[in-house]
């Protein structure tokens, strides 16, 4: 979802919420920071993301919105953005989830871009291990009998991970995931994703597994790397037929820092053909973790929320303004609390 510029206005009631700012608003749905009056979390601030007005008569695009609701109250880890309540208010279905003051990838990389540096090899290998970490429970999540639900992401990007300001590493939107039970169906030479991202054998309509995410998170590491995707065409067009392709210049040509083990990791993710690639994301994320521990290039969670609070400070403080705002806010005497 394309995040836009926080829009300051009047506290608006919605259910057991107040919609506070808009924060992001993309292709069918808009994202609120919000503050939750309900019982089961008083006071509670969440993002909060609900259907735009013109989709909300759109059966399909509400069994589409419902769907990401479904798989997203599923996941429970460290690594994804949890999913608080899926509901319905008046017309509109609504999902509340984390909250998570932070940044994104891209932000990080732009940061970086703007500083004309590249990204440390430790920052960037440590946050995608961590979004392999998510991904993989995800992959091999079960029901309550045991099935694997097959969850895919289809839509990953340096967008869809989040650094929060503590150095959490979180995956959201699982808004086009595929999953065992999903109501809606992609159609026929329909493509979902996200170009750039996605994986060959999701441009050719193939059928797709947990792989074909291991191939979007190698692209996303190789943007960290280098600071341009490995699949850039002059066009739309162009670009999906490099990525079909997918012939892959090494890291290191274009980044001189990176040695040839983390090349040879970078390009087993985004291999061609399925089986030449991580077997599971969890797998891909070891590697790295294994490249950071055998080059002594000691990162964890804490030096992310150091590195976090020390870059972003002047954003960190209006973060703690806003919260602190917000904080005093209490629901009007009319407010229905269930």
Same mark, same amino acid.
């Given at each position: 979802?394309?995040?836009? !510029?926080?829009?300051?206005?009047?506290?608006?009631?919605?259910?057991?919420?107040?919609?506070?700012?808009?924060? &992001?608003? &993309?292709?069918?749905?808009?994202?609120?920071?919000?503050?939750?009056?309900?019982?089961?979390?008083?006071?509670?601030?969440?993002?909060?993301?609900?259907?735009?007005?013109?989709?909300?008569?759109?059966?399909?695009?509400?069994?589409?919105?419902?769907?990401?609701?479904?798989?997203?109250?599923?996941?429970?880890?460290?690594?994804?953005?949890?999913?608080? =309540?899926?509901? !319905?208010? &008046?017309?509109?279905?609504?999902?509340?989830?984390?909250?998570?003051?932070?940044?994104?990838? &891209?932000?990080?990389?732009?940061?970086?871009?703007?500083?004309?540096?590249?990204?440390?090899?430790?920052?960037?290998?440590?946050?995608?291990?961590?979004?392999?970490?998510?991904?993989?429970?995800?992959?091999?999540?079960?029901?309550?009998?045991?099935?694997?639900?097959?969850?895919?992401?289809?839509?990953?990007?340096?967008?869809?991970?989040?650094?929060?300001?503590?150095?959490?590493?979180?995956?959201?939107?699982?808004?086009?995931?595929?999953?065992?039970?999903?109501?809606?169906?992609?159609?026929?030479?329909?493509?979902?994703?996200?170009?750039?991202?996605?994986?060959?054998?999701?441009?050719?309509?193939?059928?797709?597994?947990?792989?074909?995410?291991?191939?979007?998170?190698?692209?996303?590491?190789?943007?960290?790397?280098?600071?341009?995707?490995?699949?850039?065409?002059?066009?739309?067009?162009?670009?999906?037929?490099?990525?079909?392709?997918?012939?892959?210049?090494?890291?290191?040509?274009?980044?001189?820092?990176?040695?040839?083990?983390?090349?040879?990791?970078?390009?087993?993710?985004?291999?061609?053909?399925?089986?030449?690639?991580?077997?599971?994301?969890? =797998?891909?994320?070891?590697?790295?973790?294994?490249?950071?521990?055998?080059?002594?290039?000691?990162?964890?969670?804490?030096?992310?929320?150091?590195?976090?609070?020390?870059?972003?400070?002047?954003?960190?403080?209006? =973060?703690?303004?806003?919260?602190?705002?917000?904080?005093?806010?209490?629901?009007?005497?009319?407010?229905?609390?269930?």
């Amino acid at each position: 979802m394309t995040m836009m !510029q926080a829009q300051k206005r009047q506290p608006l009631p919605f259910g057991d919420y107040l919609l506070l700012d808009r924060v &992001g608003i &993309g292709g069918m749905a808009e994202v609120w920071r919000a503050k939750m009056f309900g019982a089961e979390g008083l006071g509670r601030l969440v993002a909060l993301k609900r259907i735009l007005p013109h989709f909300a008569d759109d059966d399909e695009f509400v069994s589409m919105f419902l769907d990401e609701g479904r798989i997203g109250l599923q996941l429970l880890h460290t690594n994804v953005a949890q999913a608080f =309540e899926l509901g !319905q208010i &008046g017309p509109y279905p609504f999902l509340s989830q984390e909250y998570i003051p932070g940044k994104s990838l &891209g932000d990080l990389l732009a940061h970086f871009r703007r500083a004309s540096e590249p990204v440390p090899l430790p920052l960037a290998c440590y946050c995608i291990s961590r979004m392999c970490a998510g991904l993989d429970y995800a992959h091999r999540k079960t029901d309550g009998r045991g099935r694997l639900l097959n969850i895919i992401h289809r839509g990953l990007s340096l967008e869809d991970v989040l650094i929060s300001y503590e150095g959490e590493v979180k995956v959201i939107d699982f808004g086009i995931a595929r999953a065992a039970g999903r109501v809606t169906q992609t159609q026929p030479g329909i493509l979902k994703g996200k170009i750039g991202y996605m994986s060959p054998e999701q441009i050719d309509g193939s059928p797709l597994d947990r792989r074909s995410d291991v191939f979007a998170i190698g692209v996303c590491l190789y943007e960290l790397l280098t600071g341009q995707r490995p699949f850039a065409g002059d066009s739309d067009l162009a670009t999906l037929e490099l990525t079909r392709k997918a012939r892959v210049t090494p890291p290191s040509v274009h980044n001189p820092y990176v040695p040839r083990p983390l090349d040879q990791i970078v390009l087993k993710a985004l291999a061609k053909d399925v089986k030449d690639r991580f077997e599971y994301a969890g =797998e891909l994320g070891d590697a790295l973790q294994d490249f950071l521990i055998h080059r002594d290039l000691c990162f964890d969670q804490e030096t992310l929320e150091r590195y976090m609070r020390n870059t972003f400070s002047t954003d960190l403080a209006h =973060e703690a303004l806003r919260q602190q705002e917000y904080a005093r806010l209490i629901p009007p005497k009319d407010f229905d609390i269930h």
